[in-house]
Every structure is written in C-alpha cells, then in structure tokens.
C-alpha cells in the first residue's frame, strides 16, 4: 500500500473552527465551537485522505527565528479571544484520543513543522497532502504534495496541485514566497512593497520570475512610480520574501515512522465526546455512542458443532473460514461457521481439525463452497495441510468488481452497503494493534455466523448485479480463478538465500565505509555525514559551492540542492550514492531478512488482488515489485531470488510496451498500429511524426521526448508533469504534447471520448468490462476535475494491461498441467511473469510461454513477449 502522510496546521483550522462557528457550550458552560469544527474536519480526513500516517502541528509560542529579522513580524495580531483559548486543551485531548501525533517546536511555526516534515516524507517516497488555511502553505505544493486551504467553514477546502496554482495565479509554487515578498501579508504584518497588490506581484513575477530577478531588472519595469517604490523598498522587499519563506529544515526531532496512524482509541474518544456534549458526532463513530461490542443486535440461533456429521455438510453452503489477524501465513486458525438452507453451524477450530468428514468436505471440489477471501481462506488451511475446493463465489471479490473505490476487507462494511447491517466490524470484534485479542467463544461465534447469513443472503444478489454491469465472466473466467493461482503462488513462495543476502549487506557495508572515507578526505575532515547542519557547512563554508536554498536552520541538503550541484565538486556524487546505499541497506537488505519464513526458507508475500482501481496486483510483506533496480546494488538483491530445488532456475518473461500496444488498440490509431504491425521502435516512430524527421535523423533527445509523450498518454498526461521530466517549460511541453496529438488523431479522439463517456456514464471500461467510477470527473474543483479526466483517459489503458496480464496467468496455469510441467509460477512483477523450473523444460518454456502470453488477447497488434533465464532472479533479466 503507498504511503499518504497527512499534515494539519492546528493553529490555524483552531481558529477557522472557533470563528467560523457560532459559540457552543456544553453542560459544563466550557466552550466547545473550536473544538467540534476541528473534530468535524479530523473526520473528514480520516474517512476521505485515509492516511498511513499523520501529524498536527502546533506553533510553541509567539516569538520565532523570524521576529530577529523583523521584530514586527505578525504585531498588530488581536489577542486570542479566551473563549478559544481554552479549547487549545480539548484540542489536544481530542488528538490523543484519535491516537494522532502532534507536535511543536521553540522558536517555530507550525509552517516550518510542515515544510520540514513534508520535504522529508516526499525524500522517502510518500505522497502527501497538507491542511490549513493559511495560504502561505502553497508554496510547498509539488507533484507529491497537494495542499488543502479551508474556505467556507471547516469542512469546505480548495485543494491545491502544482497546475491548480498555475490555474488560479499563473505562477509556480515556489514564486508564492516571491508574491508575498512583492505584494505583504497584512495578516502576518510582512509589510511587502507598498503599492503593489496581487494583482501587479503577478504580473511582475510573470515576466521576471522572482523578487530578485526583478530587482536586478528594475529599468525594464513599466511605469515611474512602480520603479520607484521598487528601488525604495528593495530591501524590504528581499527581506519580506524571507519572511514568508517556510524552512525544510527546522531541527525537528521526530520520526515519520513514528507518525503511523492505526486507528482512534474507540473509548477515550466516546468518553470524551461525551464530555463535551458531542452527541451528534458519537452517531458517527463506528460503533457510536454505544460499544459495538455490546450493541444490542439480533440474537443469532445456531448450532456449536463438536462432533461433525455428514448430514450437516450439504453439497451447496456458505463457509467463513475466521482467522485472528490479516497476517494468514501466520494467524491462529478460530472457526468455521457454515450455513446453508438446512441450518447455521459454527465449528471450533478444534473440532474441525479434528474431524476426518470436515476435511473430506472442504477438499471435495463437488461440494460448492461461498466464501469471503476465498485466497486467504486457501492458504490459511494450506499451512494446516488442509485442502479447499470447489469455491464457487467470492464475495470479496465480487464486492470489488462491482465498486472497486471500496477496497475495504471488512466484511462488516461491504455487507453494510448492501443493506445488510447485522455484522460487527473486525476491530470491534478483536480490536487492534497491540490491544487484538480473540474474545470468548460465544462472541466470536456469532460473530462468524452473522457474516455466514450474510454471505448466504448476498450472493443472489450480488451475482445479478455483476450480469447486469457485463461483468459475470470478469468474474468467473477471470478473478475467480486467479485467485485460485495467486493461492497457490503465495503458499509456494520465493526461495531466498539468506548468505547471499548477507553478503550483499556485508558489501554495502564495506561500500558505505569506503564512500565514508572518500567523503572525508574530500572534505579535508571527519563529519556526519547524516547531519545536515554539519554536512552544509562543510559544502558550502568549507568548499564554498554555490548555495541553492539557505534557511535560518542553515544550509539545505536535500536530494534536488544535490543533484543540481553533481558537476560542481566530486564529493557531491559520493554524498548522494551514499544516501541510496543506506536506504537500501536498511529497507531492503534488513526489510527483506525479517519475513524469511524460518521452516521453508522462503519470503510467501501476499498479493493484493482487490486493493487497486486499475485491476494491477499489488503485494505486501514483503513488496516483491518495489524492489529498485535503477541502482546496481538494487538491482543485485534480486541475486538472492533463488529456485527451492537443485539444478532449477529462474525463468522470467515480460510484455513489451504492453500498454502502449493497448493504446493502439483502443484508440484505433492507424500510425500507431501500423507501427507495431511492422516492429517498429515506437518512440523512434513518435520522434518522426512529431519532429517530422526521418528514422535516421531522430537523435537520442528526440527518442527520449517521444518516449516520456508516449507513456505521459498512458499516465495521464499534462504539460506540467511533462516540463518536469524533460526539464523544458510548461510552454514547450504543451506544444509537444499538441504536435504529438496531431501527429496521432486516433489518440486525440480516445481522450476526448474518455472523458466524454466519464461524464455521461459516470465510469470508464477495460476491454474485459472492468470498471472505474470517476464521480469527479464533473466537479467543480479544477484539481479534482483535471485528476478526474486524466483517469478516465489512462484507466482503460492500465486496466485492460492489467486484465490481460491476469489471463495470460491463469491460460499459463492451464498450459502447465496439460504439458504435465515441474515449472511453478513465483511472482508477477507489474507486466512481468516468473517461474521457476528444471533444466530440462527450459526449452520448452522458451517456445510455451510466450506463445500463452501472446495469445492472451487479440488485439489490432501483436503483444510481445521478451524471456530471459538464470540461477537467480537478477539473472533472468
């Protein structure tokens, strides 16, 4: 799952809260309207952001670094009415209750927090999104980091991305500190230029790009009093830009793995709602005011089965197969619960391991079985030597196809939004975290039988809905069965040789000392490295290299101030492969030995199958396809992929452009399939058209713009994130994504069809009839609107990749047994399929696999596929 940190300005939605609604007070006489708005907003987040992890911050005081450049830096502020004030504590209470971090820092705002903590989690790989409503916050929207201003009320936001600021103001994230520079802050007391409003502070930075280049450019400005008053305040202008400008690198002292967000402390959080008269939000709690644990739901009748008979196992039955955790390599084994037309059973795990008729029953592939994950419920017996067959209906699985925005696991929600409420959620059951417990039987069993009626009851249901929307034989002929496949994957694992990956960790080591010595002695001294503070005075007071960004903290040394000066001095590539080399050290190498199986010696990873609104797989514990392989250390840790058996290897076979080849398909565009038809280079064919150039005449700058075009379509194109990965202008991007449109008709008429079938259909097909609702695509957000369309123009394309990618699979697991073959399918990795297998059937893997792969699907244009073998997996390839 990726990981989404939310930050919260909690000074600043405080005091929209408290003025934006009128003065509550509960029976205490506290006033409480702060503290409501904020909870209303803390909720919100919650069920629409879904954070991993989470953080308020706090301003600690009224003095900060920024009042020793300017005393009157935010004077003139009024005092902050007493009837706020004392909410600040209920604020905080509230925090801990929902179990969210919260922080402050002497001598900081809460805007340097964020711009710290934001900086960081964007460095390790985390989108992130920000929440305030001080626009000051702007300037750290990028790619990754959306920023959220509040307007009416609490609840109400703008949601900014780098284009929605293009959209509204015409500028650059970054260029939002130069408007404050030109134009003040009245509210922070940033006294600016005086003069020049919004308006002029645009139109300046539009055509000079920021306060300095401006100032160094004052003859060109239009009209003698600007100039004036340019030249007058020149100084308060440099000043008043540093005044707005946030530091990413405040001496924060806390960890983003410390921010994870688990979940809200259920009690602490009714009790303290209770407190301050919150009876409306108690409604909204899961569970309410009332512990679900004790709510008083419809008495169950069944039957405890200790000794199990063959005239309860009926050939027709809904099966829930309960585990203690998600974890179900690992998990205790708690009951069954069966149900059918003839009655309703719950059968300890006990009893059931026990009975020779259960097993004999849950092995018959005759006897039809509805389940509920059915992949979980197949391997969890498999650990116990227990075979199931004869699954018939998911309901996980159906529940995904039908909405796949819904990627809950928890049976409680799905069945809710069937209408189907009598089922507690599995954290009111066993709670979670450290305090998940397996309560006493009775509980637990009705538990189970509530969710077998449910199953039972569904299924007609939700059958007739999956006819109804195309998509039965999505869900027969191709999720039902994979499901059956990625079972067995995850039982078979992947064989990993722990000395290899010593070894490996051992050189990198070795590695990180030797680059540590280098580093030294180009530094002419010892150091932390790790310290930024000790590693900018040595970059730019020792070495003096130019300075990129300087804040009151110091010298920043983030990874994009690295990169620009890789030329400048030969220490900086050294710094930057050593970063990459500790994280890859301490993610993966040490990520990777924590989940070898001990008995098997195997990592059994366990793959997503209803997470992603695409249809891709995904995998967790360990994330097999995130493994780097752009760095050749990263790349090597595949060397530690290994066949379980002597004298096997590693097969691997991936589709070339797959989902380019798509594309042509779909957009039915004439120059593209007569590309691939003919075994073009594609992006070498994109370079000619738009460049309109000869084959032999497109150079490798050519190639490599057509290329980022081509898989901008299929991600979702846009001219700014088109700048930003050729590092030319917005402005030129969006003349080459024009010719590349002219270029390709075909293609220009898919994307405007997308969006124009989103909008009256509300959704968008793969080719196998998967669906993506895309309730945004008619919103009047730009941003959300922008994100909305460019779904709806690459999600048929990733998609129906997806789709054929699954069926290549479960056509592969057919061709295996026909050809009565040893290979075993391992892994898939994105467009990539890996096996392992004897010696002796290589060869007829060679001709086998890429035939069943190639045939998948027909499509306008032949789908390729490249193969590759070796002792490992980082030989395969």
Do not use: C
């Not at 404050?180 to 300046?204: F, Q, R, W, Y």
């Not at 990627?407 to 507690?424: F, L, P």
């Not at 593209?672 to 000619?688: G, S, V, W």
């Not at 309730?775 to 909305?788: C, G, K, Q, V, Y």
Request: net charge negative; hydrophobic share 40%.
């Amino acid at each position: 799952m990726s990981k989404k940190l939310v930050l919260i300005d909690g000074n600043s939605i405080a005091y929209r809260a408290f003025f934006a609604l009128p003065l509550l007070n509960n029976d205490k006489g506290i006033h409480t309207n702060a503290v409501y708005g904020f909870t209303m907003m803390l909720m919100r987040i919650l069920e629409e952001e879904k954070p991993t992890h989470m953080l308020v911050a706090f301003d600690a005081g009224k003095t900060t670094f920024r009042h020793e450049t300017f005393k009157e830096y935010k004077g003139g502020r009024q005092k902050t009415p007493p009837e706020l004030s004392e909410q600040f504590p209920f604020i905080r209470e509230l925090l801990d209750a929902y179990k969210v971090q919260r922080y402050e820092l002497t001598n900081y705002e809460a805007d340097d927090i964020i711009g710290t903590m934001s900086t960081q989690a964007e460095q390790e790989g985390f989108e992130v999104k920000v929440i305030s409503g001080d626009k000051d916050l702007l300037q750290l929207v990028s790619p990754h980091t959306t920023v959220d201003i509040t307007r009416k009320g609490i609840t109400d936001v703008d949601s900014y991305t780098p284009e929605a600021i293009q959209e509204k103001y015409g500028i650059t994230p970054a260029q939002i500190i130069d408007m404050k520079g030109l134009m003040g802050d009245n509210s922070d007391n940033i006294p600016g230029v005086p003069g020049i409003g919004e308006k002029t502070a645009l139109k300046l930075l539009k055509e000079h790009g920021t306060v300095e280049e401006l100032l160094n450019a004052i003859g060109q400005v239009n009209g003698k009093k600007l100039k004036e008053k340019l030249e007058e305040f020149r100084d308060q202008a440099i000043m008043s830009k540093e005044l707005a400008t946030i530091t990413r690198e405040a001496p924060v002292e806390i960890e983003l793995d410390n921010l994870t967000y688990e979940g809200y402390n259920q009690e602490k959080v009714i009790e303290l709602f209770k407190e301050l008269g919150f009876n409306s939000l108690l409604e909204k709690i899961e569970g309410t005011a009332v512990d679900e644990t004790k709510e008083d739901l419809e008495e169950v009748s069944f039957e405890r089965l200790k000794d199990i008979t063959e005239a309860i196992l009926q050939d027709e039955a809904a099966l829930i197969v309960e585990m203690a955790d998600d974890n179900y390599h690992h998990a205790e084994l708690v009951g069954f619960g069966l149900v059918h037309n003839q009655g309703q059973y719950f059968i300890p795990a006990e009893a059931a391991l026990q009975s020779s008729v259960f097993k004999a029953w849950l092995g018959d592939e005759s006897k039809k079985k509805y389940v509920f994950d059915g992949k979980k419920s197949i391997v969890a017996l498999k650990w116990r030597g227990l075979a199931l067959e004869g699954i018939e209906f998911d309901l996980l699985i159906a529940s995904y196809i039908l909405n796949p925005a819904d990627s809950t696991e928890d049976m409680a929600t799905i069945a809710k939004n069937k209408g189907y409420t009598q089922i507690r959620s599995e954290e009111a059951v066993y709670g979670k975290g450290a305090k998940r417990h397996v309560p006493e039987e009775k509980i637990v069993a009705e538990h189970i039988i509530r969710k077998a009626v449910a199953l039972y009851q569904l299924r007609s249901q939700m059958l007739q809905e999956l006819k109804e929307n195309e998509q039965y034989e999505l869900f027969t002929e191709l999720e039902m069965p994979l499901s059956f496949i990625l079972a067995d994957m995850e039982y078979q694992g992947v064989k990993v040789d722990l000395n290899r990956l010593n070894n490996m960790g051992e050189e990198i080591s070795e590695q990180l000392n030797e680059i540590e010595k280098n580093i030294y002695e180009l530094a002419g001294t010892e150091f932390n490295i790790n310290s930024p503070k000790q590693l900018g005075s040595i970059l730019f007071e020792k070495l003096n290299l130019p300075v990129i960004k300087k804040t009151k903290t110091g010298y920043s040394t983030s990874a994009d101030v690295l990169e620009q000066l890789a030329e400048a001095h030969e220490i900086i590539p050294q710094i930057l492969h050593y970063r990459q080399l500790g994280k890859l050290q301490s993610t993966y190498i040490e990520g990777l030995k924590k989940v070898i199986h001990k008995e098997t010696d195997k990592v059994h990873t366990r793959f997503n199958q209803t997470l992603t609104q695409t249809g891709r797989l995904s995998s967790t514990d360990p994330n097999l396809q995130n493994i780097p392989i752009r760095l050749e250390e990263g790349k090597k840790i595949r060397q530690a992929f290994v066949p379980s058996q002597e004298g096997w290897v590693i097969f691997a076979a991936d589709y070339s452009q797959i989902e380019l080849r798509v594309l042509a398909h779909i957009a039915k565009d004439e120059k593209l399939i007569d590309a691939f038809n003919h075994d073009m280079d594609i992006h070498t064919k994109t370079a000619m058209d738009v460049f309109h150039v000869k084959a032999e005449e497109v150079t490798a700058n050519m190639r490599r713009q057509a290329k980022a075009v081509n898989f901008g379509i299929v991600y979702g194109i846009s001219d700014y994130g088109l700048s930003q990965s050729l590092g030319i202008t917005r402005k030129e991007a969006g003349k080459f994504i024009e010719r590349y449109l002219d270029s390709f008709p075909g293609v220009k008429e898919y994307m405007e069809e997308s969006v124009r079938d989103a909008k009256e259909k509300g959704y968008v097909t793969t080719l196998l009839h998967r669906r993506r609702y895309i309730p945004d695509i008619t919103s009047r957000n730009f941003n959300l609107r922008s994100f909305a369309e460019r779904t709806a123009m690459n999600t048929p394309i990733q998609g129906s990749a997806a789709d054929i990618i699954k069926k290549a699979m479960i056509d592969m697991a057919e061709r295996l047994q026909e050809e009565k073959l040893q290979t075993k399918l391992l892994l898939q990795v994105h467009d990539e399929l890996i096996f392992e297998a004897p010696e002796e059937e290589i060869e007829k893997l060679k001709r086998l696999v890429p035939e069943v792969m190639e045939q998948a699907i027909e499509l306008n244009v032949p789908l390729k596929v490249d193969y590759s073998y070796g002792k490992t997996w980082f030989d395969a390839k």
